[in-house]
């Protein structure tokens, strides 16, 4: 399969910080899904529900750069050199 280069490039985020969002939107997204669907009134069931598959969805966004994105190389002009 060959190697896609992206259209649009997006600034590289360090793994630790991705995994952190990709965490913090399933948890939530999860409990949006629980409370709009069993602990929500009527009235707020449709609003929460929405709000929980739009965590998911973020959640799936930040896998997908996670799983990605290229590591981070140092760039090698800056680097100095030992010749001793």
Not at 8 to 23: E, G
Not at 25 to 42: E, K, N, Q, R
Not at 46 to 68: P, Q, R
């Amino acid at each position: 399969m060959p190697y896609f280069e992206p259209v649009v490039r997006i600034r590289y985020i360090a793994p630790i910080r991705v995994k952190v969002l990709m965490i913090m939107f399933f948890g939530t997204g999860i409990m949006g899904l629980i409370m709009g669907l069993v602990v929500a009134p009527p009235s707020m069931t449709i609003i929460l529900t929405l709000m929980g598959v739009i965590n998911i969805g973020l959640c799936a966004f930040f896998t997908f750069i996670f799983l990605t994105q290229i590591p981070n190389t140092p760039d090698k002009r800056k680097k100095k050199r030992k010749d001793h």
